[in-house]
């Protein structure tokens, strides 16, 4: 035990018992070799703009990196004392924000790491893709060191304390995973280039003309193309960009707001009188409405690609102006449901479709009730051991005939299905609950076959046969006899001076 009055210290902090004293410890810090930073210089090269706000560089392709911006990088490890760059090997990271990075293979490349011998390199080569707006380019010192050493295991996959810390592989927080081949941690410093000016994507190209985003995860602005809403639900807004006539679609989006959307109109001067604009109030979005952009965060939900957390300007529709710019559905049917059109069903994800001349089941013949035990659930394949017990069996027999229903799926989902192309056709779900309540598909002046069915469609990757549900928006979209009504009018309510 320490006498009254004893002094100590212990990495420089001073410990006082009994009365006071005093304790100091001069620490030499090499501050020509700590790392303060990474200098990154990037150029094209073609030796071309790099972009400006006014003047943007075309979006690169976000699913081929041959067709990226080329780039060439000098990196340079920056001293904390101001002196230059540490003399000193390192591997570091080289990533970018947005977008996505390929470096060109070559000795001192590993994946997205280069070495920087002496702290230096010139002449990365790279390639840029799924870039959009201001775009940096990263260099980090993640402390990530490939495995280049022929024949033997990485330090962080060997079993040993490699640089004495007490700690080992997966458990040594200097292991980023099982590939490194050091188990000291990065400095985490960092440096960004000069930024790289892209246009925006436009609702095809953020859909990416696949099933999935190139840009899930990513906060993306849309504000290229003429944007109209062609639904609104209780939780979010259907666009479509109605200046994208290639004819590749893709260029549909549902935008989720949580809640109905609403926002204080973003008018012009001319503008002023029409209803919507005159109040400058909060309105709610309404079908016809248009989207001056519309900004979010891209996600995949069970495979439906959806914009969250949104944000947007919003044009309201003036009927005294135009007609509703809502373009005509997109026709659906058997031949494109089963995969073989001349597009494919992930081109249609959030537009407004149509399917003619559809079926609907028999109640007296078509009806299922595969809960068995009567516990109000329907047992799913166990896709682990492929076990399917007889209420799974009932269940996906039923799923593969177009007109059966199993009931416990409707109590629960509200979904029936239509077959689409007669005899021999394709089954596909309609939910109609929620947005036309007052329509029961089972009611017995409800006819068997209905000329028309109209809505937007949406992507369950968990629905079966086929991931796809059309949900129509009102009784107008539920077609008995004849022709449906255009878009312009279906669906369509013009604003009244009583809404807020």
């Not at 041959?66 to 390192?90: H, I, K, N, W």
């Not at 002023?272 to 400058?280: D, P, R």
């Not at 919003?314 to 073989?340: F, H, M, S």
């Not at 449906?484 to 309510?493: E, M």
Request: with cysteine.
């Amino acid at each position: 035990m320490s006498r009254p009055g004893a002094r100590w210290c212990r990495g420089g902090v001073v410990v006082l018992i009994g009365m006071a004293a005093a304790c100091q410890q001069d620490v030499v810090r090499p501050w020509n070799q700590e790392v303060a930073g990474i200098r990154v210089s990037v150029r094209r090269v073609d030796d071309g703009s790099l972009g400006s706000p006014t003047e943007p560089l075309p979006m690169p392709d976000p699913s081929d990196v041959t067709r990226g911006l080329r780039l060439v990088l000098d990196l340079e490890v920056q001293a904390a004392d101001g002196s230059g760059r540490v003399q000193a090997d390192r591997w570091v990271r080289v990533s970018a924000r947005p977008g996505k990075v390929t470096l060109v293979p070559g000795t001192g490349v590993g994946g997205n790491d280069v070495l920087l011998e002496g702290g230096h390199r010139e002449g990365i080569e790279m390639v840029l893709t799924a870039a959009f707006g201001t775009t940096h380019v990263w260099a980090t010192d993640v402390g990530f060191v490939p495995r280049t050493r022929i024949g033997q295991v990485a330090a962080c996959s060997n079993g040993q304390d490699d640089d004495g810390d007490g700690l080992i592989d997966g458990g040594d927080p200097g292991c980023l995973d099982g590939t490194d081949d050091s188990e000291d941690a990065g400095s985490g410093a960092a440096g960004v280039s000069v930024p790289i000016q892209f246009q925006n994507p436009s609702l095809a190209e953020v859909q990416g003309f696949a099933s999935q985003s190139p840009f899930a995860g990513e906060n993306v602005t849309v504000e290229r193309g003429d944007l109209v809403v062609t639904r609104v639900t209780s939780d979010g807004m259907y666009v479509t960009d109605i200046a994208d006539t290639a004819g590749r679609g893709y260029n549909h989006l549902f935008v989720f707001s949580f809640n109905t959307p609403t926002s204080i109109p973003d008018c012009q001067e001319d503008e002023q009188e029409s209803l919507a604009c005159s109040t400058q109030q909060s309105i709610v979005v309404r079908p016809c409405d248009r989207l001056a952009m519309v900004q979010g965060i891209l996600s995949e939900f069970y495979g439906f690609t959806e914009m969250n957390f949104p944000t947007w300007r919003l044009v309201p529709w003036d009927p005294a102006r135009d007609v509703c710019p809502i373009p005509e559905p997109a026709p659906l049917d058997a031949t494109t449901l089963n995969g073989k059109g001349s597009l494919p069903m992930e081109a249609l994800e959030a537009a407004l479709v149509r399917v003619r001349d559809v079926d609907l089941p028999d109640p007296d013949r078509d009806f299922v009730n595969c809960d068995q035990n009567g516990d109000g659930a329907v047992n799913f394949r166990d896709y682990g051991t492929n076990t399917c017990d007889s209420e799974c069996q009932c269940r996906e027999s039923c799923d593969a005939n177009p007109l059966c229903l199993e009931l416990t799926q409707y109590h629960d989902y509200g979904q029936w299905p239509v077959r689409v192309g007669g005899p021999g056709g394709v089954k596909l779900w309609v939910s109609s609950r929620d947005s036309v309540p007052s329509f029961d598909p089972f009611d017995p002046t409800v006819p068997r076959h209905l000329s028309a069915v109209t809505g937007t469609l949406r992507n369950l990757s968990f629905l079966k046969p086929k991931p796809w549900i059309l949900e129509p928006r009102c009784e107008d979209d539920l077609t008995r006899e004849g022709d449906p009504p255009s878009a312009a009018t279906a669906c369509v309510r013009v604003r009244t001076t009583e809404e807020p």
